[in-house]
């Protein structure tokens, strides 16, 4: 519990730069665009509190994709003249928006469940709202952004689709509501502005979900272990050719099973705080293959990717061996002849199977 606490302290404090600068016109929606990310090598060493007692720090690698050609995530905001909160239902959803108009409102903004929770937590995170202030909500938002803000969310994808979906929604809603009250901002600011946004949510999580989908290409990140906490990215450079060798060989298969992402975690922070010999060997395999990983994306080796991908899946299921259905065992095993590597999306137990085939166009 203690070390809870010192965690969302710390990461209340990690680096943003917001500067103010003109806002577009009241009632003109601005819309932001995201891809999601697929996880390459890495992953569990970006999770608190594991990135942050991990000597040296988590490093993941992955890589930002879209699904049948499209940006899967997207956010709108606008300004209103009234000083409320209002959110629109997705466009193909006929539900009434729901307005905030008090502080008690949006109290339970902790609460993940809650109605419009991730949109409170945003403008909190974002500094517009002070939920201890003894200002009212409307006074507020008169002050830090000269009335109201409205906002609609969508994702194409299925829930628990192990692509970091949730966090890369959040990155996606920070960047439509700073452009629509006027703030200006850089990806870093965004991706550290996550974190605080998923702390508020009490939902906790790692670093490399928004990493992926807020940031291009192929990406090497690394949170070093100190305070104040940052996340450290370099693009991997790749050519033309294994670009367009990777745009027709990754594969993204939906199991049809969302995954259980926090019944794992909760059993793998279990784990990693009795410090059992298995869990700390396998996050410096974690840690090694990461950085594997990117010497084969830097020498555009495809059959070197594919057999990282296989070594971070059996990592995984170190970490949490309830992580791989039986069906996925049998698809893995029907598909071996096929491909060069492949892996569950995320933490696992269900959502996306990524595979890298052998031939184009599989």
Request: aromatic share 6%.
């Amino acid at each position: 519990a203690a070390a809870r606490v010192l965690v969302s302290e710390v990461i209340y404090k990690c680096a943003r730069r917001f500067r103010r600068t003109v806002a577009p016109p009241v009632g003109v929606w601005v819309k932001a665009s995201c891809p999601i990310r697929a996880d390459l090598a890495g992953g569990w060493t970006d999770t608190p509190p594991i990135t942050y007692e991990l000597k040296d720090g988590g490093v993941c690698v992955n890589v930002a994709i879209n699904l049948e050609g499209q940006m899967p995530v997207v956010a709108s905001a606008r300004r209103l003249k009234d000083p409320v909160l209002v959110l629109q239902p997705p466009e193909d959803m006929a539900s009434s928006p729901v307005v905030w108009k008090t502080l008690e409102d949006i109290s339970d903004y902790h609460q993940p469940l809650a109605p419009g929770a991730l949109f409170k937590c945003a403008v909190i995170a974002l500094g517009l709202i002070n939920p201890d202030s003894s200002q009212e909500l409307d006074q507020q938002l008169n002050f830090n952004v000269g009335g109201g803000i409205e906002v609609r969310m969508k994702s194409s994808l299925p829930q628990g689709s192990g692509l970091g979906t949730s966090s890369v929604l959040s990155g996606a809603l920070l960047a439509a509501i700073c452009t629509a009250v006027g703030y200006e901002y850089d990806a870093d600011s965004i991706v550290h502005s996550v974190l605080i946004l998923e702390q508020l949510l009490t939902t906790g999580g790692g670093w490399q979900d928004q990493v992926g989908g807020i940031l291009p290409g192929f990406k090497y990140s690394v949170s070093p272990d100190q305070f104040p906490v940052r996340v450290i990215t370099e693009q991997v450079p790749v050519s033309e050719e294994f670009l367009d060798a990777i745009n027709h060989r990754l594969i993204a298969i939906y199991t049809g099973r969302q995954r259980l992402a926090r019944s794992l975690l909760q059993d793998v922070i279990r784990h990693w705080y009795a410090r059992e010999p298995s869990i700390l060997q396998a996050v410096r395999d974690l840690r090694d293959n990461s950085v594997v990983c990117r010497e084969a994306l830097l020498r555009g080796d495809l059959a070197a990717v594919g057999e990282c991908l296989n070594c971070y899946w059996a990592s995984k299921k170190t970490m949490a061996p309830q992580s791989e259905p039986k069906f996925v065992v049998d698809m893995r095993e029907a598909l071996s002849d096929l491909i060069l590597g492949s892996s569950l999306a995320g933490a696992g137990g269900g959502g996306f199977f990524l595979c890298l085939t052998k031939e184009a166009d599989q």
